[in-house]
Structure formats: structure tokens, C-alpha cells
């Protein structure tokens, strides 16, 4: 049974988009840990377009451009419009969230986290080695100054999944990736391919590289980026359901940000703690309460058989949005750099 999955580069326009809403959410953060805070972008060639809501102690509006400014520099794009659109949060939203003595949900949803036996995540083989694929692209990028990429890229990684045990066998690996002009298509093979070297299982299949031919105009320049798009590159490359929130650009007191943080930890704790092959855990929330509605967790034991927890995660864990902002440590995070790839390789770090 062959399944792909994806993972795009921290250059790639979306995740460029999801950079400069998480750089603005850590200023705030940083000044005002209890800031709300929803920042949408928008990035189109050398233009900027911030929207949301931002309600905060902190006047941070004349920082903004900044802020983008910074994010672009380091992943070498140029900003010249800007245009911000940042207004404050609903005064409804905001006493909905904390009308109750305990913080409530900043938003209703369901919520996702998902965990396995083996690797060095906890993800699925496939996924585990496109996120090595890019991190080598990345790696090159950042640290060779003679490198002939631009950095934005793209991996699919196929799998047979009835192979037996954790690894996988490799049936396609898929890299598409930006470089520079004057570079002929055989020499970023050969470049791309020498990298590939460096990645366990990157060369055990067939191997792909740039089908579509020559691709030397990349980032915000050739598509439009905006924050949010890449919400299953961010959690499960499709290997696990995902909710239907996006993460960057919001503060935590949004459920469908930590709320999934959580569920990945739970999630996590559960297949150690009890020695599963594999285990799924879904939160549900209600905006203002402090509650979810519905937790449970779904796993598999080694010998096939089924693994089912529910009343009891409320009582080993504390899930209201405050619990899980303090036990994750969720206001004093770099969200930035959580941005640029899975953000599910933080919870918990490896």
C-alpha cells in the first residue's frame, strides 16, 4: 500500500507568510504575555499585507514593518509595500473568552494530536524523512555561501506502508527546489542529489528531481503566500486527521493552536507511557468555556489490540487553555522558529 507525503521549505511563500505572523505574535508576547492576538499575511512579490485582531498593552502597531522587514531579510526577500490592516480584537470575542474566573477557549473547534512507536519524532517513517529532506536543502541554503539554491522547495515522500516495522520501504522521493540563474538542470540534480546523501532512506527509492524542468523564479515572486495554508505539512503529512485551524499568527489562548500542542503531547506521553504502536487524541472545545467538550484517545498495542482512554485524560492532564499554556510553556515561546517547519517536532522537543 503506497502513501505519500509532504514537506515544503521555511523559504516556501506560505511558510515565509506563516514567519512574519508568528514574528509578530512573539513581539507581542514578549512585551505582553497575555496580548491576543490573530495576525493574518499576506505575501505577494515584494508586498506585505497584515490583517487580524490584536488586543494588547503593548502599542506595537509602528513596529510592524520592522518585523516583517527582519523575517525577509533572513530568509533573503526584500519588503517594500506594506500594508496593515491589524485592528483590535472584538470586544464580543474578548468577554466570551474572559467572561469566567479561569481563562476561557479563545475559539470552539476540534483539535488533533497524534504520535507513533519509533523515529525520532515520533512521526511516520515517510514524514520523518521529508523533514530531513528539506532540513538538508535548508541546511545548504543557510550555511554554504557557494550553494546553487535558492531555498525554496517542496518534497513528496512514498512509502509502502505494509512493510513490517518502523522503516518504511522508500518506493518515490520527489524534490522540487529553487536555484540559481545560469545553473543547467543535470548540475542541480547532481547538487541535489549529493545532499540527498547525507539523509538515511533519501536514495532508497526512485528519485525525482525538478520533473518540471528549470526553476529559477521561486518564493513570494511566483506564488502568492499566505499565513495558514500548510496546516498538514505543520502537524501529520496526512498520515493523522488534523483540525481545521491553522496555528501561525495566533496567541495561545486560541484552542485550535494549543489545544493541538497539547493533544501531539498527550498523545506522545501515551505511546511511551503504555507502549503502543500508535495513538490519536482529539479535543473539542466550546469559545468562553474552560473545559473541551470531548477528550479521548484511540491507540494500538503491539499485539493489534485496541488501546482506549477517555474520562481519565481529564484527570491526569490539565486541559483548560490556561493549564495547557502554563504546562507547555506556550507564552514564552520563539514562535517564529516553530514556524518555518512541522510544528510538531516541539511537542515535546526530541
Given amino acids: 500500500m503506497l502513501f505519500s507525503t509532504e514537506m515544503v521549505s521555511k523559504y516556501h511563500p506560505d511558510k515565509f507568510a506563516d514567519q512574519i505572523s508568528d514574528a ?3 513581539y507581542y508576547l514578549k512585551h505582553d504575555p ?3 492576538v490573530a495576525c493574518e499575511c499576506l505575501a505577494k512579490g515584494i508586498t506585505i499585507v497584515l490583517g487580524g485582531e490584536i488586543t494588547s498593552t503593548v502599542d506595537g502597531k509602528q513596529e510592524h514593518r520592522a518585523i516583517v522587514e527582519d523575517v525577509a531579510s533572513r530568509l533573503g526577500y526584500h519588503v517594500d509595500g506594506f500594508v496593515d490592516l491589524i485592528t483590535p480584537q472584538s470586544v464580543q470575542i474578548g468577554d466570551a473568552v474572559n467572561s469566567c474566573r479561569t481563562l476561557g477557549a479563545g475559539d470552539q473547534g476540534m483539535m488533533f494530536g497524534y504520535a507513533c512507536r519509533g523515529g525520532r519524532y515520533h512521526l511516520p517513517y515517510g514524514q520523518e524523512l521529508a523533514i530531513g529532506i528539506i532540513g538538508a536543502i535548508e541546511a545548504d541554503v543557510s550555511e554554504n555561501p557557494s550553494s546553487i539554491l535558492k531555498g525554496d522547495a517542496k518534497t513528496q515522500v512514498t512509502t509502502d506502508l505494509e512493510t513490517p516495522g518502523y522503516r518504511k520501504d522508500v518506493d518515490t522521493v520527489l524534490v522540487s527546489v529553487c536555484h540559481k540563474e545560469g545553473v543547467g538542470l543535470d548540475e542541480v540534480k547532481a547538487y541535489v542529489k549529493r545532499l540527498l546523501e547525507k539523509v538515511p532512506g533519501a536514495l532508497d527509492g526512485k528519485l525525482l528531481i525538478n520533473p518540471a524542468g ?3 523564479l521561486g518564493g513570494p515572486d511566483a506564488d502568492c503566500g499566505l499565513t495558514g495554508r500548510k496546516i498538514v505539512c505543520d502537524q501529520y503529512g ?4 488534523v483540525g481545521g485551524g491553522a496555528f501561525s ?3 495561545p489562548t ?3 493552536r494549543s489545544a493541538s500542542y497539547m493533544a501531539r503531547r498527550i498523545a506522545v ?3 511511551e507511557k503504555h507502549g503502543l504502536e500508535d495513538c490519536t ?3 473539542a472545545y466550546a469559545i468562553g468555556e474552560t473545559l473541551p467538550v470531548s477528550a479521548n484517545a484511540v491507540g494500538h498495542k503491539a499485539d493489534g489490540s485496541l488501546f482506549e482512554e477517555g474520562s481519565a485524560l481529564y484527570k491526569d492532564y490539565d486541559l483548560t487553555p490556561e493549564g495547557m499554556i502554563e504546562f507547555l510553556g506556550l507564552r514564552t515561546l520563539d514562535y517564529t522558529a516553530i514556524a518555518g517547519g512541522n510544528h510538531m517536532i516541539h511537542f515535546p522537543e526530541p
Fill in 281 to 283: 487524541v482529539q479535543l
Fill in 24 to 26: 509578530i505574535l512573539t
Fill in 249 to 251: 499568527g495566533k496567541d
Fill in 254 to 256: 486560541k484552542v485550535d
Fill in 238 to 241: 496526512g498520515y493523522a486527521p
Fill in 34 to 36: 497575555y496580548a491576543h
Fill in 214 to 216: 528549470v526553476w529559477t
Fill in 269 to 271: 506521553d501515551l505511546v
